[in-house]
């Protein structure tokens, strides 16, 4: 608890690009308040309606308390108490057993339950690396949009968020800031006041769509055609700042060559929309400097995701639009904060390291791994999986072979969670972890430039233990010795980032401690003279990286796998495209299980369009079946134009066990990859809809 104040100082841990700041208030040792913090620049003292209720969720009266193990089959969700000396034997001798044996039989399993760098990535790492444990692939959401900007900018780098409220012309593009990204939506009202004109594009007409001035529905996958079209308009029409390609560009003369087969026409029959808002869109945009677009990973889950990314980003390039503060395009500022990820993973610790790589499995295909390795094709099998800070039976894609995996019977299943999750019920271990309230953390944040500190503010609740703390205890069970497993939270805190970088200005972790966050020193328009962080170190449309790597130099245009113009036959089969986008009040599949925001939700929708239904005879208000090759799931039907012609909108993602039909949406994604990063696809997905 900070002694100047009344209440604990604390970092939503979400995975959501606001990374807001968060007081708490605690009484008699309960969080009983939680509110956003009006010191802090991006937060202004609000907090979104989900973790407004978060004491709500951290003293839930299904808290995970104690540490159990499996008493009835897998996936049935019986368990019975035991105590943390017994449930970290178990683990040490299984594990044990099996790292002497086979270390890449164990696969750690994790993703973004917290975003903290400590809770997240650091003792965990170091535990699976000293075993010598397969490597995950993280990659289920923002992979191929990183690589686009890697490839494009160097590194995941954009505008300030600040600064939007600055634009003339904002596009939003592939983003739904009212449910996903609130605190810019903030920034973009003010915009709005000022002038500003508002553009969403999406195939959805989402909370966010329905609230610009103007809203582009494309069809899902179709928006580096989009971009190419529009560059298409600016280099005919000469919209270009030549000055800025000249002296912060590369390649140039490729891409207007590519650009230049990316006709308004052509493009408009790929999107699915009218030339004239084609041209309309690129005279706009290049009419101001001011321009920006809030991209979002929304926009990148289909095979063609990690070249749109890059097609949208090369946009401010050719209009100069980075020459101004308020000009530009942000995906993620994740880049600008100078994690230090060796102090905080230790590769090193790997035995054999760096000759010795252990197999990397990509998370988005745990359904095959779990349920094919083994065969000769797809290398040894899983022995072991430990899933912390995810929640894969509902969150990965093909979700019926990623719960006949988890069902394997003699895959020995770790899973540290707060709730027991559908992922929970599959485990032979269930250990309860602390949340962002009761452990410490440090976090940088994807969505604005403020490096932040978590202060515990309660004691953990029952038994449950950080994350950190688990692993530590499991290795020594273990008797295991290295030094790095069992420093404390604060000192891997102290290590997470290098503090020598000059965005620090010679801050250090006890200001960082002792201030709650800290705003990175970086120039308002920060590609204004170039500096990017490419070899070249220009911006590149050109990349010698992917030629080099045997890919398409160039951003072009990839149909989504399935789609008509990729896969006719299926399209046949399967004639709509089905996105599952995130609700409003969950995030991701956390907060299902909290009553008051899963009521709000109501129950499982899909949104259709009126022509579609019509054509299925189904009515708003029927219950349907969505379904493909993959599998099937049961929502009500929501008829109505928010939905273009030819989609089907299931916000998601529900607890499986808490829908009425125990299936969600990802019955019947697909484990395909990206065209960059590989990625999830989750997006690119073909089904059909019968009434039920
Ligand atoms: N309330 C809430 N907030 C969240 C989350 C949540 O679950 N709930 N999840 C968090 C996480 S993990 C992430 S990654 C972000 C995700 O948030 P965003 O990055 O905003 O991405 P999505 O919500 O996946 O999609 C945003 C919009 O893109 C649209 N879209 C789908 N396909 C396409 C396409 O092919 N082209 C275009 N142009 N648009 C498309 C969708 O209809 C949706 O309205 O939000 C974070 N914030
Ligand atoms: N159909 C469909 N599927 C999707 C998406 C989609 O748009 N559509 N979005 C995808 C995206 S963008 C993402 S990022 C993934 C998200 O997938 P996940 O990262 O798995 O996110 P969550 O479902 O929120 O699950 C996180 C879990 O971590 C737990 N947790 C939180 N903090 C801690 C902690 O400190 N310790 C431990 N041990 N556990 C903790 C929470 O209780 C929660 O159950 O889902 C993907 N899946
Ligand atoms: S989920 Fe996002 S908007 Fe809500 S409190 Fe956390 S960081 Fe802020
Ligand atoms: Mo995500």
């Known amino acids: 608890m900070n002694a100047r104040a009344e209440y604990a100082r604390a970092a939503c841990p979400h995975d959501c690009p606001d990374t807001c700041a968060m007081r708490v208030t605690v009484e008699n040792g309960r969080a009983i308040k939680v509110s956003g913090d009006p010191d802090h620049p991006p937060t202004q003292g609000v907090l979104c309606t989900k973790v407004s209720r978060y004491a709500e969720r951290v003293h839930h009266p299904k808290r995970l308390t104690q540490p159990m193990k499996r008493v009835g089959a897998k996936g049935e969700g019986r368990f019975e108490p035991i105590s943390w000396d017994e449930a970290c034997e178990i683990a040490a001798t299984r594990l044990g057993e099996i790292a002497q044996r086979a270390p890449e039989a164990i696969l750690p399993y994790s993703y973004a339950g917290t975003m903290g760098l400590v809770q997240g990535d650091s003792i965990a790492q170091r535990f699976f690396h000293k075993l010598g444990a397969s490597r995950l692939d993280r990659t289920i959401c923002a992979a191929a949009g990183a690589a686009g900007l890697r490839y494009t900018y160097g590194a995941s780098l954009g505008m300030l968020t600040e600064y939007f409220a600055e634009s003339e012309v904002i596009l939003i593009w592939g983003a739904n800031p009212i449910a996903s990204n609130l605190h810019f939506w903030t920034r973009a009202q003010e915009a709005k006041r000022n002038g500003a004109k508002l553009i969403a594009i999406d195939p959805y007409r989402s909370l966010t769509a329905e609230k610009c001035h103007q ?241 515990p503010a309660i004691a953990p609740v029952g038994e449950a233990r950080p994350n950190t703390e688990i692993f530590r205890s499991i290795a020594r069970a273990m008797g295991l010795t290295e030094p790095a497993l069992f420093e404390s939270d604060e000192e891997v805190a102290a290590q997470a980032f290098d503090w020598s970088d000059p965005a620090f200005n010679g801050a250090g972790w006890s200001t960082l401690k002792d201030k709650a966050w800290i705003k990175l020193d970086i120039a308002d328009a920060p590609f204004a003279n170039g500096g990017f962080r490419t070899p070249t170190g220009k911006c590149e449309f050109y990349s010698e990286a992917l030629a080099q790597a045997g890919l398409d130099p160039l951003p072009d245009y990839l149909p989504p796998y399935e789609s008509a113009e990729h896969a006719p036959e299926l399209a046949a089969r399967y004639p709509l495209a089905m996105i599952s986008p995130p609700a409003r009040n969950f995030l991701n599949s956390t907060f299902v299980n909290v009553e008051s925001l899963r009521a709000t939700e109501g129950e499982p929708h899909v949104d259709l369009n009126p022509a579609d239904a019509a054509l299925r005879n189904i009515a708003d208000g029927d219950q349907v079946r969505v379904f493909n090759d993959r599998g099937s799931m049961r929502a009500r039907a929501r008829v109505s134009e928010r939905a273009r012609e030819g989609l089907v909108v299931g916000l998601s993602i529900w607890w499986k066990k808490l829908a009425p039909d125990g299936r969600n949406a990802n019955e019947v994604t697909s484990q395909a990859l990206t065209d960059l990063g590989g990625s999830a696809t989750f997006y690119d997905c073909l089904v059909e809809v019968e009434r039920a």
């Open 215 to 455: 809203h582009i529905a494309p069809k899902p996958g179709t928006d580096g055609a989009l971009a190419l079209g529009m560059m298409h308009v600016l280099i005919t029409e000469d919209r270009l700042d030549h000055d800025y390609i000249a002296a912060y560009t590369h390649g140039y003369e490729q891409l207007k060559a590519r650009a230049l087969t990316y006709t308004p026409a052509r493009v408009a029959r790929i999107c699915g929309i009218e030339e004239a808002t084609i041209v309309d869109l690129a005279r706009l945009y290049g009419s101001t400097r001011k321009a920006s677009i809030r991209m979002n990973y929304g926009l990148q889950r289909v095979r063609g995701g990690g070249n749109a990314v890059r097609a949208i980003a090369c946009l401010p390039a050719l209009t100069g639009a980075w020459r101004e503060r308020a000009g530009g395009v942000l995906l993620s500022s994740s880049g600008w904060a100078p994690v230090d990820a060796n102090a905080l993973q230790r590769p090193d610790l790997i035995p054999g390291w760096p000759k010795h790589q252990p197999r990397i499995v990509n998370m988005n295909q745990i359904g095959d791994a779990l349920t094919n390795m083994g065969d000769a094709e797809f290398g040894s099998k899983i022995e072991a999986i430990v899933v912390y800070n995810s929640n894969p039976v509902a969150v990965a894609p093909d979700s019926a072979k990623v719960a006949a995996g988890f069902a394997r019977a003699d895959l020995f299943t770790i899973v540290l969670e707060q709730f027991q999750t559908d992922t929970a019920d599959y485990a032979d271990l269930l250990l309860p972890a602390t949340t962002q309230l009761e452990h410490l953390d440090v976090h940088k944040s994807y969505g604005h430039t403020y490096v932040m500190a978590n202060l």
